[in-house]
């Protein structure tokens, strides 16, 4: 058990943190996940989808959730397949 104070305040904000960044990661995961499903079935609202995809990559990767690099390629793939449907 831990004794000092701040070691104590630590792991609560590390336990809140996790759980922010495991429900953006759960989230952005979703919206790429309905980004590819509407390219693959040539929604209507493919674009749309792709746009929030898009945008929820940035917000991950502005709060440290994903690198950056990585950023970038989930949003190169997402382009990619917004243009191969046509």
Do not use: W
């Not at 305040?9 to 919206?31: F, G, Y």
């Not at 940035?58 to 397949?81: E, F, M, T, W, Y």
Request: net charge positive; aromatic share 0%; proline share 0%.
């Amino acid at each position: 058990m831990l004794n000092i104070r701040s070691a104590k305040k630590r792991v609560k904000v590390n336990a809140t943190k996790a759980a922010a960044n495991k429900a953006r990661k759960s989230n952005l995961k979703t919206m790429v996940k309905k980004a590819d499903a509407a390219c693959a079935e040539k929604s209507a609202e493919k674009e749309a989808a792709v746009r929030l995809a898009i945008k929820r990559v940035d917000q991950a990767c502005a709060k440290g959730v994903i690198h950056k690099n990585a950023a970038a390629r989930k949003k190169s793939q997402l382009a990619k397949k917004l243009n191969a449907s046509g």
